[in-house]
Nanobody, 119 residues
């Protein structure tokens, strides 16, 4: 059974940094993309970043380009999202997800971790 478990969320001041982790288990993720999404109250879920399990390519949403970096550690079966220069508008629940390279549907989802950026 595939499980994705996010951690690392919290409260941070604007301009600060956080690193989110997504611990993946239940299968090998060769041939998968791991991605991060976020959803703020009253807003649609937004794509943040994705990475192919081999390490590249990486893709970012326009609102986080240049500030966030996605990476993965194959040995730990873990993906990371390094978030720098955080803004209050980055406040949201952040979700980790996984999909096969052959589909556009994100099949597996974690429970989410709250990130709150104070001004």
């Amino acid at each position: 059974q595939v499980q994705l478990a996010e951690s690392g969320g919290g409260l941070v001041q604007a301009g600060g940094s956080l690193r989110l982790s997504c611990a993946a288990s239940g299968r090998t993720f060769d041939g998968y993309y791991l991605g991060w999404f976020r959803q703020a109250p009253g807003k649609e879920r937004e794509f943040v970043a994705s990475i192919y399990w081999s390490g590249s390519p990486t893709t970012y949403g326009d609102s986080v380009k240049g500030r966030f970096t996605i990476s993965r550690d194959k040995a730990k079966n873990t993906a990371y999202l390094q978030m720098n220069s955080l803004k209050p508008e980055d406040t949201a629940v952040y979700y980790c997800a996984a999909r096969l390279i052959t589909t556009t549907q994100w099949r597996y989802w974690g429970q989410g971790t709250q990130v709150t950026v104070s001004s």
